[in-house]
């Protein structure tokens, strides 16, 4: 196998699969990159079993060949050999070796037949979204997953896909984000995905501006090709809980505030706080609300006062203000609505105007106050 | 014998002969060699002695030594001291009433002569020479002047020689020396700046030089102790109790080590060792015993130890107040002391003390540092530690007995408990008014100036200790948190770190202010066995306190609908299935169900060993562990803090 590569056509091919490379990995053949020269052609693949990726790049082929090499070696030397012409070579002992300029640097090798082999993928069905849609609803969902790898089926965004609309819905059993896509079209079965979080983190890389973009499903699989990276993901097995049931129905009183002076109040607030709870204390009346925190383990206390409209019954509930901080961000309009019904039961957080063919809510689940 | 043939048969009243009631008095005084070492040492302390030597020959049942360098006594002196009721130390009915001598009962050396061949060798200063007087089989040899320095020799040989019953009841050699053992470690504890000698068979077993307490239990028991020992020092009005108690990792499984003293008096007293032992609170477990040397400061009229010719025993007239006393102070040593990196605070002490010094007339020995509580101190001061309020203190360790430990309302006695409200460095900086900068200079603290020079000595430590409050902290194999501090190194366990927290915070949920409860989105429906099921109805209620909203909705089905707020959402089953399970392992310990709840959901909830954890975690981990009442001992006695300081570390390194 020898070829020769600019290093900046390389680097920048190369470091769209490393970050496929797990970190830490009971196999170490993991932690290498596939290597495979046909012709002019060079293809480069990363898997951690559960997530592969594939990409390709022109070079100038002088001999096929294929081999394993070490991600992170080969990633810290091509990016300290900045402009320069790379020469690949692998030797009769396995070792690769790099010439640039006046270095040669050995490297080596796995033989490839050790290398899992990309998953077998047959295709069933596809859908296809914009993929500037796709990247806002990953984006405005993906925080409220849970971490809880004892519950998997949580620890995944959940695709609902449907004729008329494609739904993501995520939960860590605290917090639930549903995004409604409606400008969506699908002639198949009505399917559920749960799509792993790193799948998702790989595809939001590399999604381009514009365009649609195709996820193809298999029997418990997902593959999307985009311009310069083919991603296949597993999907993670179990049942998604039943989460319209626990979207209120009732929520009838309904707070109004700007967005960036309440999340501005509960940042202040936050810091007073306890550090472990975090919770803070909201106390709504018709034309105000006051945000509160207080730490009675650690001492201090802080409150502050805004004007909002509020067309319900006053009260006082109690919220973690990370997680009342993490909805905020995804807000981005002006003002926001809360929507309150019984005690203890979710409130609802939406954007004061819903963007075209879209449903985005937020359910939050309060702290009971001692 | 042949005085009481004489006697019985022909009158049933006689005043008894003087050889007689001696040997009666001697059955009450002296049991056993110990006992004759007691009454001669006391008799050598009494005699201002700053050097006692006590010479033991086959356990003290040939011979017992004692000498001294004393007053001493002459020639006039000497046939008076074996005479019954001589003493020199009180002259009147109304002196009984406020005995501060050790002997004053005028028993022991006539009580000893009349079951033992007793030699006395004595010189007083003033004196050219010293005599010798000895009283064998009742008949006195003596007094002839002899060369001696001055102060007294006492030899005692052949001790019951004349009782064959009171001779055949001694114990083995081993085990009467193990009483002279104790009765040597009782007086060398209670007068450590006395020298003190002990040589067996001629071999010296110990030649204690001269120190301060501290000095003294390392000399006795080892260098090893120093690391887990904790000064005590509390009392309102006129009692006091000072001294050393040991930590957790002192604790034995049989008694032997457990030093408590009157007016430095050595005394037992079995309910002042339980006020010790329930200080430790939850710390302890049952049959473990904890190490301690206490010495209480009482006005003399507040007790009569004159209960027995052997005076251990102790009568108080507040005996309730003496043990609340005792209970507060282990547990401000345990708690409070040990954070502070000093006594607790006390705004009567000046007070106190000059009570005290003015009745008891005793000095008490001041105790160096204890070396630990130094990098405890910076410790504190590295992490910052606020607040807390009075009514945590009480909720967490009231004194009712009867009802669990944690959860009485009562308030109890603890003007003497004050803590101040304010920040970490308030606290530092309140702490010279109240004797608080140097604990062990709290006693000749006295006059006004030396407060203010205290004061201001703390302020600038405190100054200078600021500077290090940014330091590095790390995380080793997810287990273990690591900071470095002036002294040295600290090493925090992050589960009993946080199992603490939790377990305080649980405790204080049932009593106060209820632990706030996250609502979950899905109930988490858990299917229970019948026994289960049966333990969480019972717990239900406390649960509740804590956060988690449970609730049965069919047969042995029930749901969780929330969970306790800042807890890291795991499995909120498992966690509830290893709740119960703990909790009836610890039911069955009959502890009550509020601390069994606590206790469990502390140990289930809180993070583990492999548990990663950001910087900022660990702050705030260490920062609410600073918050807790015992810091440094996790709910089932396991350290969580270990300081290593620098010299610990050069040791290793060979580095001397």
Redesign the interface.
């Given at each position: 196998m020898q070829f020769t590569v600019s290093q900046s056509d390389f680097l920048e091919t190369f470091s769209r699969v490393s970050p496929a490379v797990p970190s830490k990995s009971t196999l170490p053949i993991l932690s290498n990159v596939l290597l495979k020269l046909e012709g002019d052609l060079l293809q480069l693949i990363a898997t951690d079993l559960e997530l592969s990726v594939l990409t390709e790049i022109k070079v100038s082929g002088i001999k096929d060949g294929s081999i394993a090499v070490p991600a992170k070696k080969v990633g810290d030397i091509i990016r300290e050999l900045e402009g320069m012409e790379l020469d690949f070579f692998l030797d009769e002992n396995m070792h690769m070796q790099i010439k640039a300029g006046e270095g040669e640097y050995h490297v080596p090798g796995i033989s490839a037949q050790d290398f899992p082999s990309l998953p077998e993928f047959t295709g069933a069905s596809n859908f296809s979204i914009e993929a500037k849609r796709l990247k806002s609803s990953i984006t405005r969902t993906i925080f409220a997953v849970s971490k809880d790898e004892l519950r998997p089926a949580l620890t995944g965004v959940f695709f609902e896909i449907m004729p008329q609309e494609l739904k993501f819905v995520t939960t860590d059993g605290h917090r639930l984000v549903r995004i409604i896509d409606q400008k969506f079209e699908y002639d198949g079965e009505p399917q559920e995905l749960i799509v792993p979080v790193k799948a998702l983190d790989m595809i939001q890389r590399n999604l381009p501006e514009e365009g649609d973009i195709v996820f193809s499903i298999g029997s418990n699989q997902i593959m999307l090709k985009l311009d310069n990276i083919t991603i296949y993901s597993r999907l993670i097995e179990g049942k998604y809980p039943h989460y319209e049931s626990v979207i209120p129905k009732d929520n009838d009183s309904h707070l109004i505030v700007s967005t960036e002076l309440f999340t501005k109040m509960i940042r202040r607030a936050q810091i007073f706080a306890n550090p472990i709870s975090h919770q803070i204390v909201l106390n709504i009346s018709s034309n105000s609300i006051e945000i509160s925190a207080e730490d009675i383990e650690l001492g201090g206390r802080g409150s502050e006062k805004i004007s909002a409209s509020f067309n319900g019954d006053d009260r006082v509930v109690g919220y973690n203000a990370t997680y009342v901080l993490e909805l905020m961000k995804q807000i981005d309009t002006d003002e926001l609505r809360i929507e309150f019904g019984a005690e203890k039961k979710a409130g609802i957080v939406r954007p004061i105007e819903q963007k075209e063919n879209e449903d985005f809510m937020m359910l939050i689940m309060p702290v009971r106050l001692n | 014998m042949k005085n009481i043939e004489k006697i019985l048969p022909t009158s049933s009243i006689r005043v008894l002969p003087e050889g007689i009631a001696n040997r009666i008095a001697a059955g009450e005084v002296v049991e056993r060699p110990a006992s004759v070492a007691k009454e001669l040492i006391e008799n050598a302390l009494d005699a201002e002695a700053s050097h006692i030597t006590l010479s033991v020959q086959k356990s003290g049942i040939d011979e017992i030594l004692i000498s001294d360098n004393g007053w001493g006594m002459d020639a006039d002196d000497l046939p008076l001291a074996f005479r019954r009721h001589a003493t020199s130390k009180i002259s009147s009915a109304e002196d009984l009433l406020r005995i501060t001598h050790l002997g004053f009962r005028g028993e022991a050396l006539p009580s000893i002569a009349s079951v033992a061949r007793v030699e006395v060798i004595s010189r007083r200063e003033d004196r050219e020479s010293g005599v010798r007087y000895s009283v064998s089989g009742g008949k006195p040899v003596g007094p002839e002047p002899v060369a001696r320095e001055r102060g007294t020799t006492v030899r005692v040989r052949t001790l019951f020689y004349n009782v064959p019953a009171r001779r055949k009841f001694l114990r083995t050699p081993a085990t009467e020396y193990a009483h002279i053992v104790k009765t040597f470690r009782q007086y060398a504890l209670a007068y450590p700046e006395i020298q003190w000698t002990l040589i067996k068979d001629k071999n010296t077993v110990w030649n204690l030089q001269s120190t301060d307490l501290t000095g003294r239990i390392s000399q006795l028991f080892g260098d090893g102790v120093l690391k887990d020992l904790h000064n005590v020092s509390s009392g309102s009005g006129v009692n006091l109790v000072e001294g050393i108690i040991g930590g957790t990792n002192l604790f034995k499984r049989s008694r032997g080590d457990q030093f408590l003293f009157i007016n430095r008096r050595p005394i037992q007293n079995q309910s002042l060792h339980h006020a010790v032992v329930n200080g430790f609170g939850p710390l302890i477990h049952p049959g473990q015993v904890p190490f301690y040397v206490l010495f209480l400061r009482v006005d003399p009229e507040e007790f009569d130890v004159n209960v027995h010719p052997a005076k251990h025993e102790v009568r108080f007239r507040d005996e309730g107040g003496i043990y609340r006393m005792m209970l507060v102070a282990t547990r401000d040593a345990l708690g409070q002391s040990i954070r502070d990196g000093s006594a607790p605070i006390n705004m009567n002490i000046k007070e106190n003390e000059k009570q005290v010094h003015k009745t008891a007339g005793l000095q008490f020995p001041k105790p160096p540092k204890a070396h630990r509580v130094d990098g405890i101190r910076e410790l504190e001061l590295l992490f910052g530690r606020?607040?807390q309020d009075q009514t945590k203190i009480d909720t967490i360790y009231p004194d009712k007995p009867g009802k669990s430990h944690y959860m009485s309302q009562e308030k109890g006695d603890h003007s003497n408990v004050q803590m101040s409200p304010g920040?970490g460095f308030n606290r530092n900086n309140e702490a010279p008014l109240a004797g608080k900068h140097d604990p062990h200079d709290h006693l000749p603290l006295t006059s006004q100036k030396d407060v203010k020079h205290l004061e201001h000595q703390s302020l600038t430590s405190v100054d200078n200790k600021l500077e290090l409050q940014r330091v590095n902290i790390w995380q080793l194999h997810q287990t273990y948190i690591l900071s470095q501090v002036k002294s040295g190194l600290v090493i925090i366990d992050q589960h009993v770190a946080h199992e603490r927290i939790l377990f305080e915070?649980a405790l204080n949920?049932m009593q106060g202010?209820?632990?706030?409860?996250?609502?979950?989105?899905?109930p988490v429906e858990v299917k229970l066995d019948p026994a289960e099921s049966a333990m969480m109805e019972e717990m239900t209620p406390y649960l509740a306190r804590v956060?988690f909203?449970v609730e049965k909705f069919k047969d042995d089905y029930w749901l969780i609908?929330?969970f306790p707020?800042?807890i890291k959402?795991?499995?909120e089953e498992?966690l509830l299935r290893e709740i119960i399970a703990d909790y009836r392992m610890e039911h069955a310990l009959k502890i009550a169900p509020e601390e069994s709840v606590a206790a469990s959901f502390a140990c289930k909830a809180a993070i583990k060993a492999g548990d990663p954890l950001n910087t900022e975690e660990m702050n705030?981990l260490i920062?609410?562990l600073f918050?807790t009442q015992y810091p440094f001992v996790c709910p089932h006695g396991r350290p969580i803090v270990i300081n290593l300081t620098l010299d610990e570390i050069n040791k290793l390194f060979g580095r001397t």
């Amino acid at each position: 196998m020898q070829f020769t590569v600019s290093q900046s056509d390389f680097l920048e091919t190369f470091s769209r699969v490393s970050p496929a490379v797990p970190s830490k990995s009971t196999l170490p053949i993991l932690s290498n990159v596939l290597l495979k020269l046909e012709g002019d052609l060079l293809q480069l693949i990363a898997t951690d079993l559960e997530l592969s990726v594939l990409t390709e790049i022109k070079v100038s082929g002088i001999k096929d060949g294929s081999i394993a090499v070490p991600a992170k070696k080969v990633g810290d030397i091509i990016r300290e050999l900045e402009g320069m012409e790379l020469d690949f070579f692998l030797d009769e002992n396995m070792h690769m070796q790099i010439k640039a300029g006046e270095g040669e640097y050995h490297v080596p090798g796995i033989s490839a037949q050790d290398f899992p082999s990309l998953p077998e993928f047959t295709g069933a069905s596809n859908f296809s979204i914009e993929a500037k849609r796709l990247k806002s609803s990953i984006t405005r969902t993906i925080f409220a997953v849970s971490k809880d790898e004892l519950r998997p089926a949580l620890t995944g965004v959940f695709f609902e896909i449907m004729p008329q609309e494609l739904k993501f819905v995520t939960t860590d059993g605290h917090r639930l984000v549903r995004i409604i896509d409606q400008k969506f079209e699908y002639d198949g079965e009505p399917q559920e995905l749960i799509v792993p979080v790193k799948a998702l983190d790989m595809i939001q890389r590399n999604l381009p501006e514009e365009g649609d973009i195709v996820f193809s499903i298999g029997s418990n699989q997902i593959m999307l090709k985009l311009d310069n990276i083919t991603i296949y993901s597993r999907l993670i097995e179990g049942k998604y809980p039943h989460y319209e049931s626990v979207i209120p129905k009732d929520n009838d009183s309904h707070l109004i505030v700007s967005t960036e002076l309440f999340t501005k109040m509960i940042r202040r607030a936050q810091i007073f706080a306890n550090p472990i709870s975090h919770q803070i204390v909201l106390n709504i009346s018709s034309n105000s609300i006051e945000i509160s925190a207080e730490d009675i383990e650690l001492g201090g206390r802080g409150s502050e006062k805004i004007s909002a409209s509020f067309n319900g019954d006053d009260r006082v509930v109690g919220y973690n203000a990370t997680y009342v901080l993490e909805l905020m961000k995804q807000i981005d309009t002006d003002e926001l609505r809360i929507e309150f019904g019984a005690e203890k039961k979710a409130g609802i957080v939406r954007p004061i105007e819903q963007k075209e063919n879209e449903d985005f809510m937020m359910l939050i689940m309060p702290v009971r106050l001692n | 014998m042949k005085n009481i043939e004489k006697i019985l048969p022909t009158s049933s009243i006689r005043v008894l002969p003087e050889g007689i009631a001696n040997r009666i008095a001697a059955g009450e005084v002296v049991e056993r060699p110990a006992s004759v070492a007691k009454e001669l040492i006391e008799n050598a302390l009494d005699a201002e002695a700053s050097h006692i030597t006590l010479s033991v020959q086959k356990s003290g049942i040939d011979e017992i030594l004692i000498s001294d360098n004393g007053w001493g006594m002459d020639a006039d002196d000497l046939p008076l001291a074996f005479r019954r009721h001589a003493t020199s130390k009180i002259s009147s009915a109304e002196d009984l009433l406020r005995i501060t001598h050790l002997g004053f009962r005028g028993e022991a050396l006539p009580s000893i002569a009349s079951v033992a061949r007793v030699e006395v060798i004595s010189r007083r200063e003033d004196r050219e020479s010293g005599v010798r007087y000895s009283v064998s089989g009742g008949k006195p040899v003596g007094p002839e002047p002899v060369a001696r320095e001055r102060g007294t020799t006492v030899r005692v040989r052949t001790l019951f020689y004349n009782v064959p019953a009171r001779r055949k009841f001694l114990r083995t050699p081993a085990t009467e020396y193990a009483h002279i053992v104790k009765t040597f470690r009782q007086y060398a504890l209670a007068y450590p700046e006395i020298q003190w000698t002990l040589i067996k068979d001629k071999n010296t077993v110990w030649n204690l030089q001269s120190t301060d307490l501290t000095g003294r239990i390392s000399q006795l028991f080892g260098d090893g102790v120093l690391k887990d020992l904790h000064n005590v020092s509390s009392g309102s009005g006129v009692n006091l109790v000072e001294g050393i108690i040991g930590g957790t990792n002192l604790f034995k499984r049989s008694r032997g080590d457990q030093f408590l003293f009157i007016n430095r008096r050595p005394i037992q007293n079995q309910s002042l060792h339980h006020a010790v032992v329930n200080g430790f609170g939850p710390l302890i477990h049952p049959g473990q015993v904890p190490f301690y040397v206490l010495f209480l400061r009482v006005d003399p009229e507040e007790f009569d130890v004159n209960v027995h010719p052997a005076k251990h025993e102790v009568r108080f007239r507040d005996e309730g107040g003496i043990y609340r006393m005792m209970l507060v102070a282990t547990r401000d040593a345990l708690g409070q002391s040990i954070r502070d990196g000093s006594a607790p605070i006390n705004m009567n002490i000046k007070e106190n003390e000059k009570q005290v010094h003015k009745t008891a007339g005793l000095q008490f020995p001041k105790p160096p540092k204890a070396h630990r509580v130094d990098g405890i101190r910076e410790l504190e001061l590295l992490f910052g530690r606020p607040a807390q309020d009075q009514t945590k203190i009480d909720t967490i360790y009231p004194d009712k007995p009867g009802k669990s430990h944690y959860m009485s309302q009562e308030k109890g006695d603890h003007s003497n408990v004050q803590m101040s409200p304010g920040s970490g460095f308030n606290r530092n900086n309140e702490a010279p008014l109240a004797g608080k900068h140097d604990p062990h200079d709290h006693l000749p603290l006295t006059s006004q100036k030396d407060v203010k020079h205290l004061e201001h000595q703390s302020l600038t430590s405190v100054d200078n200790k600021l500077e290090l409050q940014r330091v590095n902290i790390w995380q080793l194999h997810q287990t273990y948190i690591l900071s470095q501090v002036k002294s040295g190194l600290v090493i925090i366990d992050q589960h009993v770190a946080h199992e603490r927290i939790l377990f305080e915070r649980a405790l204080n949920a049932m009593q106060g202010r209820q632990w706030s409860g996250q609502q979950l989105l899905f109930p988490v429906e858990v299917k229970l066995d019948p026994a289960e099921s049966a333990m969480m109805e019972e717990m239900t209620p406390y649960l509740a306190r804590v956060g988690f909203d449970v609730e049965k909705f069919k047969d042995d089905y029930w749901l969780i609908r929330s969970f306790p707020s800042g807890i890291k959402l795991k499995n909120e089953e498992k966690l509830l299935r290893e709740i119960i399970a703990d909790y009836r392992m610890e039911h069955a310990l009959k502890i009550a169900p509020e601390e069994s709840v606590a206790a469990s959901f502390a140990c289930k909830a809180a993070i583990k060993a492999g548990d990663p954890l950001n910087t900022e975690e660990m702050n705030a981990l260490i920062d609410e562990l600073f918050q807790t009442q015992y810091p440094f001992v996790c709910p089932h006695g396991r350290p969580i803090v270990i300081n290593l300081t620098l010299d610990e570390i050069n040791k290793l390194f060979g580095r001397t």
